[in-house]
């Protein structure tokens, strides 16, 4: 059984995203073949920034994850406003997918990679 919190979350998402809403207004976005993300070493608290090409492999911190960059989007009528980065992460060591999906600039918690000694998050997509 659905709790009251769930009801009210739902109608809430029904509320902000119906036909006449903002939201849901399609925004024009770009594509790029490249993007500027950020790593962090949790342990050592080293940061580096990695300028990844879509279809090209990065090892982290040279770790035990690698990092695959599939598209960097932006919008249209503003390049250095945000950028949305879908991005495949997987343990080399065990060979499994630890990630995969978007992540946002303008809001990194929002859909995090979850390891316990890294943290990856995309800066912007290179438009020039």
């Known amino acids: 059984m659905r709790t009251l919190c769930q009801v009210f979350l739902a109608l809430l998402v029904v509320a902000m995203c119906g036909p006449h809403s903002a939201l849901a207004q399609e925004a024009q976005v770009e594509s790029t073949d490249i993007a500027m993300m950020r790593t962090l070493d949790r342990v050592s608290g080293r940061v580096e920034d990695l300028e990844m090409r879509v279809g090209q492999s990065y090892a982290i911190h040279g770790g035990h994850l690698s990092a695959v960059l599939m598209q960097c989007r932006y919008p249209a009528d503003n390049p250095s406003g945000d950028a949305y980065a879908y991005v495949d992460v997987i343990d080399t060591v065990q060979g499994t997918s630890v990630f995969g999906g978007w992540m946002m600039a303008s809001s990194p918690a929002l859909n995090a990679l979850e390891d316990a ?12």
């Open 117 to 128: 000694r890294y943290d990856l998050w995309p800066l912007r997509c290179k438009t020039s």
